[in-house]
């Protein structure tokens, strides 16, 4: 039995790590560490827990801390202070934050405002867009888990670029999320009074997913990718849907970029391709580990559209994590995580 521990245990990342872990039949959780909440019983602060996750929260001491496994479901510059000295001593680490995403340090320090982590760290570090997952149980002991946006805005533009298909200065990407998506802590613009009946546009140009996408991206083309992301924020509390435009580099019909993407994703369980002509919604994945896609080609433009929606806080962000566990240990891939969607 692997036992693990979740770091950020407050939150909603290690909630739900929570909620999936729990019918895990390969997994223990032994310890659930938040250091504002330390000693207090979870049901306490999240009473849906109750005689399930019976562990209390407690701090994290790297020295004396003793399992296989841990996530770390935190805000970024947390993580890398503690996991140096956690694979040192032999714990492998899942990291839910972007500490360890972004391999070029001045580009972290650009985007996240705060010092990277430690060069050799990130120089170990796998990221792990889970259906691209390059993780190996023998050689990987910290795997950088993808954000929320870039997981539904990767898994689209893949097929697209590893197979040549498209001008490669031309991806623009729209992109909108629940408030769930900013975290537990308190912000002025997840307020329900900011929030409600409001609709809007932010940090277009800055936001830190934004090189990540385009790091992800140029590795697959073997070119610098450069893209247009603007990420919105609507009043739902869980979702993201991405809806990616492309110029096509030849003609090509929509049946035949359907049949690519059926084709790519066919022995991928989370992915499911829509039928032509059927776009998906965030409702239709909702608290499940899927990513549906919608193609569709504008044959007198040569464009394409791609849409796809997640769970931010399953796919994107702790679904996704069990799945990276589950390929890094060799479980079944769709052990903890054979949900059906929640409707309506």
């Known amino acids: 039995m692997l036992e693990i521990g979740i770091v950020g245990g407050s939150g909603y990342g290690a909630i739900e790590l929570m909620r999936l872990l729990n019918q895990h039949k390969e997994v223990k959780i032994k310890y659930v560490f938040s250091h504002s909440k330390s000693g207090d019983d979870i049901k306490e602060t999240y009473p849906h827990l109750q005689d399930n996750i019976n562990v ?28 140096p000295k956690l694979i040192k001593r032999g ?44 993780i190996n149980k023998n050689s990987t002991n910290v795997i950088a888990n993808p954000g929320c946006f870039p997981t539904a805005i990767l898994l689209s533009l893949h097929p697209l670029l590893e197979n040549n298909l498209i001008n490669k200065e031309s991806i623009i990407i729209d992109a909108k999320t629940g408030v769930s998506g900013a975290g537990r802590s308190l912000s002025q613009n997840a307020h329900f009074g900011e929030a409600n009946e409001n609709f809007s546009a932010y940090k277009i140009g800055t936001h830190k997913h934004t090189p990540e996408i385009e790091q992800y991206l140029s590795q697959v083309s073997g070119s610098d990718i450069k893209v247009m992301f603007t990420p919105h924020l609507v009043p739902m509390t869980r979702g993201i849907l991405a809806t990616i435009y492309v110029d096509l580099n030849e003609h090509m019909t929509g049946e035949a970029l359907y049949n690519l993407y059926s084709k790519i994703y066919e022995e991928k369980p989370f992915v499911r391709i829509r039928a032509l002509g059927e776009l998906p919604k965030t409702k239709e994945v909702l608290g499940s580990n899927f990513c549906d896609i919608g193609i569709y080609v504008d044959e007198e433009r040569n464009k394409a559209v791609i849409v796809a929606v997640i769970d931010n806080l399953v796919k994107g962000a702790s679904g996704q994590a069990i799945q990276n566990m ?4 060799g479980f079944n891939e769709n052990e903890g995580l054979n949900l059906l969607p929640v409707y309506p």
């Open 56 to 83: 209390p929260f407690s701090s994290l001491d790297v020295d004396k801390v003793d399992c296989d496994l841990i996530f770390f479901a935190t805000p970024s510059n947390v993580s890398k202070h503690f996991i």
């Open 91 to 134: 714990i492998k680490v899942i990291d839910l934050s972007g500490d360890f995403r972004l391999k070029d340090p001045a580009v972290y320090e650009k985007y996240y405002g705060e010092k990277p982590a430690e060069q050799s760290v990130l120089d170990e570090a796998e990221y792990s867009l889970a259906e691209w997952s390059n």
């Open 326 to 329: 589950n390929i890094l240990y």
